[in-house]
């Protein structure tokens, strides 16, 4: 087995492959650096910061983008809007405004209630250009990382592996024939084939009080639902990725109604401080 280490998106990154990579790993890290580029919203200069500049007008964009996009959309259906990349704004308020690189955001007043309308209604693709609404700007962050995880492993090869800060995708029979191990927060290694794992919580990337980087967009504030972290094994980790925030930002009641998606095959949740313990569906 061979493996890559490396920091993109201010996040650990490792990739590993059983044979060469048929994307050698410095290759694959160039292009992630490239996403970082394109999508980082702390950079005046990605594509993604200039397409919320130009808010209220449409705007020409990439393939990549439309396709990131694209998906946006598509897992803002499929969640009721639980995931809505368009809470950016709600989370410059609540004081989620530098890179965390750069140190966590400062202490700022509780935000006030101000729900987020639909993403459908705020975004527009049309061939390859875009429109928000005026007032609007989007942030990938809840998607990215398990989508780009799944890009990783394509690269790769047909047996490999590759960690996103946490989001994982699996490919191939792993090292030993029986899948890749990959560690769950709670001290369970799971052998995957095939398939992505991610967990979303509220316990890091905390500040002030309340403040963390889990907008709810029925609110406009953190959100403060029964369900403190999630744990998703799915197809993809993409789809891991977006389940995972849809369940602690929408409580039981979306992780009752996700964990039974086709796409989705076991989930662990750690409840609120009050609630019942730990439990796997």
């Known amino acids: 087995m061979r493996q890559h280490t490396c920091q993109v998106f201010t996040c650990a990154v490792t990739m590993a492959s059983c044979g060469p990579p048929t994307v050698p790993f410095a290759e694959a890290e160039r292009r992630l650096r490239a996403l970082d580029r394109r999508y980082s919203r702390f950079r005046t200069d990605s594509e993604l910061s ?44 609540a004081g989620y405004v530098r890179s965390w690189a750069e140190g966590a955001p400062d202490a700022a007043p509780a935000p006030p209630v101000a729900p987020v309308p639909p993403l459908a209604s705020i975004l527009e693709l049309r061939g390859r250009a875009a429109r928000l ?10 998607l990215a990382k398990g989508r780009w995880a799944d890009d990783v ?63 709810d967009p029925r ?29 602690v930002i929408g409580g039981s009641p979306a992780a009752d109604r996700l964990a039974g998606r086709p796409d989705v095959h076991r989930v662990w949740l750690s409840p609120a401080l009050g609630s019942e313990g730990e439990a796997a569906r």
């Open 219 to 247: 609110t406009g504030v953190p959100a403060a639902s029964d369900i403190v972290q999630a744990t998703v094994l799915a197809d993809t980790g993409a789809c891991a990725d977006w389940v995972a925030s849809a369940m």
């Open 50 to 93: 200039r397409l919320n500049a130009a808010a209220g007008r449409w705007h020409d964009v990439s393939g990549d983008l439309r396709a990131m996009l694209s998906h946006a959309l598509a897992v803002a259906a499929a969640s009721t809007d639980l995931v809505n990349v368009a809470v950016l704004p709600r989370l410059l308020v």
């Open 153 to 215: 492993v394509t690269w790769l090869g047909p047996n490999s592996a590759a960690g996103v800060g946490g989001d994982v995708a699996c490919r191939g029979p792993g090292p030993d024939g029986d899948g890749w191990p990959v560690a769950l927060p709670n001290g369970e290694v799971l052998l995957v084939r095939d398939g992505g794992v991610a967990t979303s919580g509220t316990a890091k990337r905390r500040w002030g009080t309340d403040g963390h980087h889990l907008i």
């Open 133 to 142: 609404a005026p007032g609007y700007g989007v942030d990938v962050g809840a």
